[in-house]
């Protein structure tokens, strides 16, 4: 009983502890807030909205009076402009190069399109050549990326006609034909008439057929999901700081001299000691359970089937619980824990989370990205929890489970050894 | 006189703490290298481009060739030839491949003969890069499927001239019809701001892999740096020594600002390890280094006062441990220091330039991104100077010595 009653008084002073509050509740809390209003939050419809793109642009193409002041440039400023493109481009217009260079060194603009001069002339020389220029912030990326991709399907557009009309003038010259210049003017509209059909989406089924790779979600979920997967990393995170926090109160108590008080009463060292264990696994399981419930009911997280869920969060918790304690057992005094749980466990919990992050980057998530957390006990927590929360079952969760409770074997040992040796008594 | 004595004394107390280096330097250098490795594409491959799995059933036909040629000219996916099944290829996508295309058996003859196949693509399109490998798939598709249609628009005029069009004619149609997709007559370029082209400096392949990674650790662990020196003055408040020092002749102002100076100090020696570490990392922080000194002295005068208004605050260390991570946590990620505003939405952006360290992101990607001169830091320093002067009356005012 008495095991249980140190267990109680630790946990208690805990829960009234502010720090504890603030770092292991309020932070975690906090930053999953965060990112949730960053990303998802604010979207009305619970997808996320690319702010739109500041775009300027800059028509410097002369139209070509032989083909009937035919403007390559005029038709691509117009289609930039169109209302199908309203909700993703702030399109405005200006004369000059150097001033829309300007204004996206000024960061007024996100990217300017400069259209050169001889584009439509370009169009009509067989020799000629023509570059559109897409200027941009060189901190931004998704924007102009969207942008060049716009800009490139349409001069495709242009780019076929003139292919066309080119290879049939060629191709029948080598069979001594010579075509008039009505017939390549026909060739080009067939092709034209052939991409805008495309374009309008009638003919790109014919094309391609996409398919999701199995098991990907739906945009909604996936912010839902993407969420979760960064409240289940802090979660880790501060489960590791909350057993850090509540071991160093054995050296705590020791220098406040209430555990060599303790040692006189008839309660065994083992029985102090096994009181305080019982504590700093109990303190993880309140804290674990106050974010997951906070999680599911302001985020919407869904923490996958109660099975393998439970048995991720059984390997965080002895897992988290028993490396504070390694972690503490290793510090002379109270004063290194400043520093311990600022840096190493920050060092280590930022490495062992950071898939989290880099996952989401477009070519990040594999080889040192994916291994180097795994060399932290964070790495494989998180491992668990994911499969369990991607709808893995327990096969699933069973190696990383396998591989905690290794770990948690190994530091729960050495750490109470420590403790042991340290703290004397019987 | 006096506030320096007060200074070098906190200056050499945090020193003589080996952890303080470690802390101040060795962990922002850390991550600075792990965050600038994979965000720049995981390991530095030679080939930045997304990996695509190219799973030919079509055997090498003419158009399952023409297409990996007119895939291997994407400047942004590469494609990777696969032998292994539809299922192991498709298990492959979101992890080790952004997508995979797949060319039916019979794709190019049944094209030839004026069938709409479609090729079959596995991506998913809510990701940044399987929807970068889905548009740049489509690309080559309309290409490929464009020179089947000039090919057939010249024989088309070929057989409207009264001459058959055989096979040798359009294949020829076809061949020279690829050869011009990959010699593009009208061509998309994108530049970059100065940077890339003032002084024809070549945009820097560093500069893009740590112009994220180097001043956002250097803003987050700038923060982070402050909790040593809080704590100090929170051991100082606690041992009574602060009280003490008021019988002595050092007045409370000198106390004060010798407090403040050893923050300063040791954040602006933070600053410039960590501005000398990007330089060896190709981060060109020495293009403009009179902007990017006017910010880092902006940068550890604000931090200071934050450092000084926690310490003043805290009333236990473990509050100044709280007080100064919350504040990195939060300043650090709505300030755009570990993801770039770019990717948050408008209302965030907002919010963030509402704060310094948005404005420190700003200033010094300016300089080592931007390619932009000392003008341009000058308003971020501004903005800087004006947090410092709040947060040092702040702290200033409510300063206790007990």
Redesign the interface.
Known sequence: MKVLDIALKDLRRFLRN??FL??GI??PV??GA??Y???GG??SDGR??L?QIDVVVVNLDEPVAAYGNFSAGEMLADFLKSEELGGLLAVTESNSAATA?AA??RQEADVAIIIPAD?SA??FDPQ??????????????????IV??I???F??A???S???A???Y???A??G?T?DGT?IQN?AM??GE??AS?AEGQ?A??????????G????GN?LLAMIGGIMASMIIFYAFYAGAASALTILQEKEDGTLPRLSTTPTPMSAILGGKLIAVFALIIVQVSVLMAFSSLVFKTTWGAPGPMLLAIVGLVVLAGSFGIFVMSWLRDTR?A??V???VM??VG??GI?SV??G??????????AT?PLFTPHGWALRAWRLAMDGGGIGDVLLPLVVMLALTAVFFSIGVLRFRKRLGGH | MRSIDLMVKDLQQLVR?W?TP??LVA?PI??TL?FG???????G?SD?R?PVAFVDQDNGSVLSTHLLDLLEASDAIRPVASDESVDRV??K????M?AAVIVPAGYSERVLAGE??????????????GS?A??A???A???L???V???Q??AE??E??G?AADES?LM??LD??IA??RQ?????????????VEKEEK?SVM??RY??ASPGMMVQFSI?GI??AA?ILVLERKSRSLQRLLTTAISRVEIIVGHYLTMFVMILAQLAVLISFGQLLGVNYMREPVAVLLLAVTMALWTASLGLLIGTLAR???????F???PM??LS??GGA???L????????T?GHLLPTAWAMDGI?NII????GLESALLPAGIMLAYAVVLFALAAWRFKFE
């Not at chain 1, 000629?128 to 998704?142: M, N, W």
């Not at chain 1, 990907?216 to 945009?219: I, N, R, T």
């Not at chain 2, 770019?342 to 952006?349: L, R």
Request: cysteine-free.
């Open positions: 502010y720090f603030g770092l309020g932070v906090l930053v965060i990112f209003f960053a990303f604010l979207a996320f909205n702010p260079r996206v060194d584009l370009a169009m000629g050549r023509a570059v559109i220029e897409v200027y941009h912030d060189p901190t931004l990326t998704i924007g102009p990326g060049k991709s800009v490139t399907q001069v495709d242009l780019t076929g003139r292919i066309a080119s290879i049939a060629a191709q029948l080598k069979r034909v075509v017939t060739i067939r092709y052939w991409s495309l003919g089924g014919t094309l391609l057929t996409v398919r999701s790779p199995a990907s979600k739906e945009q996936r290194q400043g520093i749980l600022g840096g920050t060092v930022m490495v950071s992050f880099t989401t980057v477009p070519g990040a998530g594999g080889g040192i990205a180097l | 703490n952890m470690v802390f962990m850390g991550f792990f490795m994979i965000f720049s594409g995981a390991g491959q930045p997304l498709e298990r996508v979101g992890k080790d952004a709409d196949v479609p090729l079959t693509v596995v991506a998913d399109g809510g990701t940044a890069a970068t889905q548009t798939i489509q690309a598709a309309v290409r499927r464009g020179a249609k000039a090919a628009l010249s005029a070929l409207a001239q001459q004619f020829g149609a020279e019809a011009a997709w593009l007559p009208l061509t998309v370029v994108a530049t970059q701001s100065r940077a890339a945009p500069a893009t112009g994220q982070a909790m040593g704590q236990t260390e473990e509050q100044a441990i709280i100064s991570l919350i946590f939060v990620a709505l570990w993801m770039p770019e990717v948050t939405g408008k209302a965030f952006q919010v990607q991104v931007r390619g932009l």
